[in-house]
């Protein structure tokens, strides 16, 4: 078989059966409903405007952001946003198995909340490092200057200043291996993925250009989410969840792309 591969939408070799990028089985019974010759509906998954259109191409797309919408106007009670988090981790799983498949179902909220949990705890775990790391900057200055001049004095103000520069520091670090935590949770499903340095270390490093192009893809969904506030803040409620649930497909899309590269 030539052409593109219905499935992910990357270039086939002659004569293929299967495609080396997704893995997906190339025969005509496998076909998903509504691929063509160049691919699901045509499109790149990889592509950026397939990624803005990728919500807006299931049926049930109002629905289903709406749920995500109701999560966060409960948020401040923690448990709907652990909810949220678990539908983006669902979805970043199925765009991993297949890419291009339509936005799953809100089902089996218990599976929802618990793996949502899990990953807001890796998460907390890194941020909980940082604050601790703040807590000890400061602690030793103020422990310097008690013990030289019995009071405190410049040795915690320099600290203070250390301490606030690990925080911007790592805040954008942070910010950075996000992706890399959820790729890390997808292959793991611990709550140490935020701990294990190594790994995150990899999934950035690994195919560092594609990893450099998805952070760009989640941080400017992330500044298109902001534009909710146009709208009486309420219009938030609509782009906060749309931009978080196209942010975990793009996450799903590169776990699949560097799934298929180590299998070709």
């Not at 992910?8 to 025969?27: F, I, N, P, S, T």
């Amino acid at each position: 078989m030539t052409g593109a591969c219905w499935f992910c939408g990357e270039a086939l070799d002659a004569g293929a059966e299967r495609c080396r990028h997704c893995g997906e089985l190339l025969v005509e019974g496998a076909r998903p409903a509504g691929a063509g010759a160049s691919g699901p509906r045509g499109r790149d998954p990889w592509d950026p405007g397939e990624l803005l259109r990728w919500t807006f191409d299931d049926p049930e797309w109002v629905k289903k952001i709406a749920l995500g919408a109701l999560c966060l106007l409960g948020g401040c009670l923690v448990v709907p946003m652990w909810l949220f988090m678990g539908y983006r981790l669902r979805i970043a799983r199925e765009q991993r198995a297949r890419p291009g498949a339509p936005m799953p179902e809100w089902s089996d909220p218990g599976e929802l909340l618990a793996e949502g949990l899990r990953l807001w705890l890796a998460m907390m775990l890194l941020v909980g490092l940082l604050l601790l790391g703040f807590g000890a900057l400061v602690g030793a200055g103020l422990a310097i200057d008690l013990l030289t001049t019995g009071r405190p004095g410049p040795g915690l103000a320099l600290a203070v200043i250390a301490a606030y520069g690990v925080i911007l520091f790592g805040s954008l670090a942070l910010q950075y291996v996000l992706p890399a935590i959820e790729l890390e949770f997808l292959e793991t499903g611990s709550i140490l993925s935020g701990v294990r340095f190594g790994s995150l270390w990899r999934h950035v490093s690994t195919d560092a250009t594609d990893y450099l192009v998805l952070f760009i893809y989640v941080f400017a969904l992330g500044m298109l989410a902001s534009f909710g506030v146009v709208a009486c803040y309420v219009g938030m409620f609509f782009t906060i969840p749309w931009a978080q649930f196209t942010g975990a497909c793009a996450v799903g899309r590169f776990a699949a792309r560097r799934d298929a590269r180590a299998r070709a």
